[in-house]
Structures are given as structure tokens and as C-alpha cells.
């Protein structure tokens, strides 16, 4: 039952081969003998034996195995094979026939290989047919034409010997016009898996089952009060829909007994679909309306993972490899996994209710060396889902080890089995390519279970993303070998918790034993440069925020996504969403900035100069700390110095002003430079750089103004006197009036109405005008006033 050394990439020895090919060609030396004792005529009525191999036209017609049913069977069962035969040659095919051929025991791992490999090769030994009324007839095949065949016979009449794997075979004979005798004309190989019997003891087997998918949220939200999330496209909403990849994996897994692997993204983003969601249009964004078919998916996924293992991966599911090899030299790579690590507790269990584990990391097709284990386990896992391609058994082990391998610092290697974990890659969507798969599958797994009377426990890591066609493949292959009598379930804690073998391999390869299929598809050294360069703004710009964690989430998130294994073979896609979420972040931190300057003119020896911060976030944002900078302090001193810093907040969506005071030492430009800080002494935004004219006012111009303004109080002064002056005369002249009046009574006027006297006001209005000047009288300082205006350059009192 054992051979040594049959592991993933060997084939049977040559010597093996010789035998089986030498041993057909002594069973058809009858006919060989036969038929040179013909006439020429002979070939048409040659009957030829079941065992003999094709001699002409090989494969001219295309068998098609689309179903077999059931794939184990036990004792007692009907086995029904149905699919379609096709000719694909250039004449009709007459007098043909579709039968069933069960051929020898399948002893090892590596011979299951050789036959699924030439599953169709005519050279190759064909078993016999088995009785002729399991044949379903035709009497001719078109060229071109498929033609279905469905044939039941009981698991009896196939003669399987002791347990084990069997080859089966469907072959197609008949005759063409140029070649008028039955021969075989097409053949297509599988397996039959043989246990009636429940073995003892039965292989514990775990199958990861992953829900894992692509990048579909941006780092951009939308400015309201929820941050309304933006999604990249609708790619997810297609997934989860009935029908689609990721609904169909629910589905299928919830009736399996297997352990669940989700990406904490994937959760996240299924729940940020339930309420409101908008989608990326060219450059505009339009509402999301799948909200009905979010909550459905997840209210599923719920109930099929209910009192089941489930294993979270870190967020976004970062590309160990990929940071091993090209990002633990850049600073804050390693960070980043550990934020990764750090999210999964809130943001699995809120949405699954299920608490996760989240002791395992995962690289890429299970494919590690030193510097993988040494970076996934420096975020706290302390297990290692490998596989066995790359931790290769290198004692000569006759059969399969155990899964778990302790590698040394407390990690254990949990190490998948590499032909059971890639047996559902490639093109599955035709019925063929899925039914050959799934009988492989257990032709691998029962050959595995009978290589040793040891117990051991086998781990299964399929593809991250398996299409639709895949996981109904995996899904029935996981039901016939849960259904199957040599295998049991077993959680994958439970395998790594296994006693291991003691000779089997626990040594890590090297870097460079890495595949290089894999290396040219890693995230490069640019990636995690870029990647750091956008943590380091997002540190400058958290710590101006009132409000960081509106920024803060959603971009540490897009972050994480920056690193995702699922960018592997999507270069362009990978390097167009990083520099998407630099960019976004970018124009958030442009959004508090300094007003532009233009020249300012200082005229005197000091000024205070505004300089304007402007936000236009909706949160408020400080306290930041502005910095005026004077590049020649010798001819403009900042308050005294060569550069003033004062603290500066605003309110969301408010522009604040702040003044600084300057003072001028001589004439001339002096360029200053406005520049915002953060409180821990980083440069905050783009500077402002304007210049300041100074004109110092000299000496000589103070004393030419001080003059001048001497002038004018003097003279506003001698105004004021002469008007001082001309008042007191007016009284005294009335007071000499009336005294008069008082001594000579008798020259007043008798009666006011004689014709003979003026009136009073008449003699007031021209007092003594024929009066001779007095001596005593002053000199009038003014002209007397002319009602004529005054002439052009004419100094007029008023």
C-alpha cells in the first residue's frame, strides 16, 4: 500500500511504468499473431480484445464522464454513469458503442497522478468491459454531433476486490469506412473509490472553507454625520447575490462540516452595504440599492456558521509573502499587520456573533520560508497554515505525516496536504472537468488513508477565492468523503493541536527556495514606500483633527487594504487604488490651509500683518501652530526676532485670522514665510511666502510735519485771539451807548410815531456813520467783507 516518496510532483518509476506497458503488449500478442495469419480482408470481422490498445485513429472521439454517481459507493449501490460522447474526426462513426471498463487497484498517491494525467491517451492499458448489457448503443455518430449515454450497474458487477481505489474507465468502439473493424475510438479515466467497510482507524480530516474576496471599499466617506461609505464599484453586491460566487459559498458550506476562514473586510463591507452606501460612477458617485440582499447574505452566513469553527484572518488579508520579502525594511510596514490583527475582534464577532480565532496566519498557497513564518507570527499568531509543496518531507516517509509540525519558538506549521488543497483548481465549469475533479479528489484522500495503520489527522486549504464551479465541486466532494467510510471531521484546532509525527520534516526552507511563479506576483519594495508615506500624512493630519476617528478608521482600513494578497496578478488595479487613497488624503489635508499673500507695504517702523488659516473640513481642526518667518530679520524683525509662533483653531468650515508684529529697520523688501506646525513640531500644509515693502520715514521729513503742524495750530491760535478781540469791542460800545442815553434824557425821542424822528432800529442799524474816527478806536485786523465771491488763489476766512 505504501510507496516511498509519493508526494506532490513524483510520478511512478520507470521500471513500474516498463512493467505495466510490457505486460499489455504480452496480451495482445495473440492478436498481433492473429492477424498476420489474415487476408487482407481480415481486419473487418477481427475480434479484438478488450485489453488491446488502439492502433489507428486514436481519440477521435471525445468521451465525456459528466456524472458518476454515487462517487464512494458501498456495498449494494447502483453506480449510474451518464455524459456524452463526440466525434471529432472527419467520418461517421458506425456500429458504436458506450462501455464501462473497471480496471486494477490503485496502490499509491503518485500512480492516481499518472492516470488523471493521461485520463484520455488510447496507448495507455485499458481494462476490460464488463458484461455487454451495460452498454448503451448508437448506431452512428456524426462527426461533430455529441450524443448522451447514461449507464446504471450494480457496484456487484463491477468485481472490485479488497478496498481501495480503482481505476474506471468509459470507452467508446466502433468503425469508419476506411477503417471497417471495431476498435476503441475514445476513452476517458477516472476512479472509483472502493471502502465498504468503515476503516479503522479513519483519517481525520479538515477542510478549510474560505470566504475571502477582492478590494470594494474606498477610503472616501461621505461628509455627513454617518460617513456614508463609498464602495470602488458593485462587484460585491453581484457575489452575494442568489446565484452568485460568494452566496453560493454560504450556501454549500452550511450543509458541510468544515471550518469557516473569513476576511474581516469582507464582513465589513457586506455590513456597510445594509444601510446607506454610495457607488463609484466615473467620477461621480450614485446611491447604493442592495441593502436587502446585504442583510439576507449576512443573516445566512449567520446561521451556517452557528456553533462552527471559524478562523479570522487580519483584516483585508495582508500578503505575508509579499511583506516578508519586500516590506519589513520599510518603516511601519510591520505596524500595519499588527492594526490588521488588532481590528479582527471588532469587527468579526459584532457581525457573525461567533468568536473567532485568530491564532492563524495563512500565506499565499501555503507557500513560507524563515521570513514568512517569522513576519506572520509577529503580529500573535502563533500557528501557520503551510503546505506540503513547500515544507517538503525529506526523510523518505512511506505515507503522509500528520499535519501539525513544531518549527521551532513556540510556532507550530500546520502543513495542508498539497494534492487534496489544489484538486478543485483550473476550469470546472463543464460537468466533465467537475466529475473527474471530485473522483480524484477521493481517489487522493482514500489512497492517503490506506498508505499506514497510523492515525493522522489531514488538513485540506483549497484556493482563497474558488469560483461557483469550484465550490459545487469542492461541496460534493466534501459531502461523498463525510459521507465516506475512512474519514472523519475534525476542527482545525484540533489538528493543530495533533501529536505530531515524529520524522516528519520541521524544517522552514529559505528564502530562495521560495517559488519564483510566486515572487514575480508580490506586492514590490514601491508599494510599502507608498504605503508609508500615507501612514506618515495620516499621523500629521490626525493630530489637528477635534474629531480624528472620522478620519482615522476609514483610511487605517484603506490602508490595510493597500497590503491585500488579493492584489496578486492585478499590478495596475494594486498601485491605481493606492494612489487613489494618497490622493483623497491629500486633499483632506488641503483643505486647512493658508490664504494666499500678496506684496504688503509697511510704512512707518512697525505694522501688524494678518496672515489667514482657512478649513474647510467640516470638524474643527487645531490646535495647530502658525509660524511667521522673516528671511533678512536685519531689515524686519518679527516681534522683535526672526520668527513669531502663535496658536492657532478654527471651526469647521471658518477661516481664522492671525495678527503678528512686525517692525522695520531700513528701507527695502523683506520676504516672510508663513508656515503651520503641528503641537509636536511637524510642517502642517504648503508655506505662504509674500513679500513686505518697507519705507522708513526719515528725520528730516518728521521735522518738515512737525513744522507744518506747528504752522497750523499758530495760526488756528491768532484766529482765535482777533475774534476774541473784535467781540470785546462790540460791548464796550454798546455799554458807552447806553450811559449816554442815561445822562441826557432829554435827547431821547418823545414820540416813536412823529415823522420828524427815525426809529429805533434804523438808528441801530447805522450807528454814527457820520461820525469822525476816534483815536481810541483799534485798527480792524480783516478787510471789510464784499458780498462778491472771492478770486481764484483767494484765502477766504470763514
Not at 450494480?154 to 471495431?182: I, M, N
Not at 460534493?476 to 484540533?494: I, P, V
Request: proline content about 7%; hydrophobic content about 35%; charged content about 25%.
Amino acid at each position: 500500500m505504501a510507496e516511498a516518496a509519493d508526494f506532490q510532483g513524483t510520478s511512478p518509476s520507470p521500471a513500474r511504468r516498463w512493467l505495466r506497458r510490457t505486460t499489455a503488449l504480452i496480451a495482445g500478442a495473440p492478436l498481433l499473431a492473429g492477424l498476420l495469419q489474415l487476408p487482407a480482408a481480415g481486419p473487418a470481422h477481427a475480434d479484438v480484445p478488450s485489453s488491446a490498445k488502439a492502433a489507428s485513429d486514436p481519440g477521435s472521439v471525445a468521451v465525456a464522464i459528466d456524472s458518476l454517481t454515487p462517487a464512494a459507493p458501498t456495498d449494494g449501490d447502483t453506480v449510474t454513469v451518464s455524459g456524452t460522447v463526440t466525434n471529432h474526426g472527419k467520418q461517421t462513426v458506425t456500429d458504436a458503442h458506450v462501455r464501462l471498463r473497471p480496471g486494477a487497484e490503485v496502490n499509491t498517491r503518485s500512480a492516481v497522478d499518472e492516470i488523471a494525467k493521461n485520463s484520455d491517451d488510447l496507448q495507455e492499458a485499458i481494462g476490460p468491459e464488463i458484461d455487454d448489457k451495460y452498454t448503451e448503443k448508437f448506431s452512428k455518430l456524426t462527426p461533430g454531433v455529441a450524443e448522451h449515454f447514461n449507464i446504471s450497474v450494480p457496484v456487484d458487477d463491477l468485481d472490485l476486490g479488497e478496498d481501495g481505489v480503482y481505476e474506471f474507465a468509459v470507452s467508446l468502439s466502433g468503425q469508419t469506412s476506411s477503417q471497417p473493424w471495431e476498435r476503441i475510438l475514445g476513452i476517458q479515466r477516472t476512479f472509483l473509490p472502493w471502502q465498504p467497510r468503515a476503516a479503522d482507524p479513519r483519517t481525520k480530516t479538515t477542510a478549510l472553507w474560505p470566504l475571502v474576496s477582492t478590494t470594494h471599499m474606498a477610503a472616501e466617506t461621505g461628509p455627513n454625520e454617518e460617513q456614508t461609505p463609498v464602495f470602488l464599484n458593485d462587484d460585491l453586491a453581484k457575489e452575494i447575490s442568489p446565484g452568485g460566487r460568494l452566496n453560493q459559498m454560504v450556501t454549500l458550506g452550511k450543509e458541510l462540516d468544515v471550518t469557516w476562514v473569513v476576511d474581516p473586510d469582507l464582513l465589513a463591507s457586506v455590513d456597510a452595504m445594509t444601510g446607506s452606501y454610495r457607488v463609484r460612477d466615473g467620477d461621480t458617485t450614485t446611491a447604493g440599492a442592495h441593502q436587502a440582499v446585504a442583510k439576507q447574505w449576512l443573516a445566512d452566513l449567520q446561521d451556517a456558521v452557528a456553533d462552527k469553527e471559524v478562523v479570522a484572518l487580519p483584516f483585508a488579508d495582508p500578503d505575508l509573502a509579499s511583506l516578508a520579502h519586500n516590506g519589513t525594511d520599510v518603516t511601519g510596514s510591520l505596524s500595519q499587520l499588527k492594526d490588521a490583527t488588532d481590528v479582527i475582534t471588532n469587527t468579526v464577532e459584532p457581525i457573525l456573533h461567533v468568536k473567532p480565532s485568530t491564532d492563524f496566519a495563512w500565506p499565499v498557497n501555503g507557500a513560507v520560508d524563515r521570513s514568512i513564518v517569522k513576519v506572520a507570527t509577529s503580529a500573535g499568531a502563533d500557528k501557520v497554515i503551510a503546505r506540503s509543496d513547500s515544507l517538503q518531507e525529506t526523510h523518505g516517509l512511506p505515507y503522509t505525516p500528520s499535519a501539525a509540525r513544531p518549527i521551532g519558538g513556540g510556532t507550530t506549521a500546520v502543513v495542508a496536504d498539497a494534492r487534496l488543497s489544489t484538486a478543485f483548481e483550473g476550469d470546472l465549469t463543464k460537468a466533465s472537468a467537475s466529475t473527474l475533479a471530485v473522483q480524484r479528489f477521493l481517489a487522493q484522500s482514500l489512497a492517503l488513508s490506506q498508505q499506514t495503520s497510523k492515525q493522522r489527522s489531514v488538513v485540506i486549504a483549497p484556493q482563497r477565492t474558488p469560483s461557483g464551479s469550484q465550490a459545487r465541486a469542492m461541496a460534493e466532494a466534501l459531502r461523498a468523503l463525510q459521507g465516506g467510510a475512512w474519514s472523519q471531521s475534525q476542527k482545525l484546532a484540533a489538528a493543530a493541536a495533533a501529536k505530531p509525527d515524529p520524522d516528519a520534516t520541521t524544517k522552514v526552507p529559505r528564502a530562495s527556495s521560495y517559488p519564483s511563479a510566486l515572487r514575480k506576483k508580490e506586492l514590490p519594495r514601491s508599494a510599502f514606500e507608498q504605503i508609508a508615506q500615507t501612514q506618515d500624512k495620516l499621523a500629521k493630519f490626525q493630530v489637528v483633527l477635534s474629531n480624528p476617528s472620522r478620519v482615522v478608521t476609514p483610511f487605517g482600513r484603506a490602508l490595510n487594504r493597500n497590503m491585500s494578497a488579493s492584489w496578486r496578478g492585478r499590478a495596475a488595479e494594486a498601485e491605481s487604488f493606492r494612489a487613489g487613497v494618497q490622493s483623497y488624503l491629500d486633499g483632506l489635508t488641503g483643505r486647512v490651509r493658508l490664504i494666499d499673500k500678496s506684496e504688503t507695504k509697511l510704512s512707518g517702523r512697525s505694522a501688524t500683518i494678518p496672515v489667514t488659516v482657512q478649513n474647510n473640513l467640516v470638524q474643527d481642526v487645531g490646535p495647530l501652530v502658525l509660524r511667521l518667518t522673516s528671511t533678512n530679520p536685519t531689515r524686519l524683525e518679527i516681534d522683535g526676532a526672526a520668527y513669531q509662533e502663535q496658536p492657532v483653531s478654527v471651526s469647521g468650515g471658518h477661516s481664522q485670522s492671525v495678527k503678528f508684529t512686525t517692525s522695520a529697520n531700513a528701507n527695502g523688501r523683506a520676504a516672510v514665510i508663513a508656515q503651520l506646525y503641528t503641537t509636536d513640531g511637524r510642517k502642517y500644509g504648503d508655506p505662504v511666502t509674500f513679500d513686505v515693502k518697507v519705507t522708513e520715514i526719515t528725520a528730516t521729513v518728521m521735522l518738515v510735519i512737525g513744522g507744518g503742524v506747528l504752522l497750523l495750530v499758530l495760526a488756528g491760535f491768532r484766529m482765535y485771539t482777533q475774534r476774541k478781540r473784535a467781540a470785546g469791542r462790540e460791548s464796550e460800545k454798546s455799554e458807552t451807548d447806553e450811559t449816554r442815553d442815561a445822562e441826557n434824557p432829554e435827547d431821547a425821542p418823545k414820540n416813536p410815531e412823529s415823522s420828524d424822528e427815525r426809529p429805533k432800529e434804523e438808528s441801530e442799524a447805522h450807528p454814527r456813520a457820520s461820525a469822525p474816527e476816534q483815536p481810541s478806536d483799534p485798527t480792524p485786523d480783516t478787510a471789510a467783507e464784499d458780498g462778491d465771491p472771492s478770486g481764484t488763489g483767494e484765502r477766504v476766512d470763514r
